[in-house]
């Protein structure tokens, strides 16, 4: 394994484990964990606080950062 392998790979299981963390906070139609951490207090829609569009653009770069570094692990790395 050579530095950058280990780079990507490292960046690969923070980012998943970023995006996990960030869809579970997400108050849903249940309410999900951001009810425990107080944001369920005064939204009575989703999406409609500024802390949950926040939120919201957050997890899209993630999921894209992570998406990126998806395919350039496929590309760089051999199987």
Do not use: P, Y
């Not at 960046?11 to 951001?34: C, D, E």
């Not at 999921?63 to 790395?77: D, E, P, R, V």
Request: hydrophobic share 55%.
């Amino acid at each position: 394994m050579d530095v950058v392998e280990i780079i990507l790979w490292v960046l690969q299981f923070g980012l998943g484990f970023g995006l996990i963390f960030l869809v579970l906070i997400h108050s849903g139609k249940g309410g999900g964990l951001s009810d425990m951490f107080g944001g369920g207090l005064g939204a009575s829609a989703a999406g409609s606080t500024v802390m949950e569009k926040n939120l919201d653009r957050i997890t899209v770069v993630i999921a894209l950062l992570l998406g990126f570094n998806t395919l350039i692990m496929s590309m760089l790395l051999e199987t």
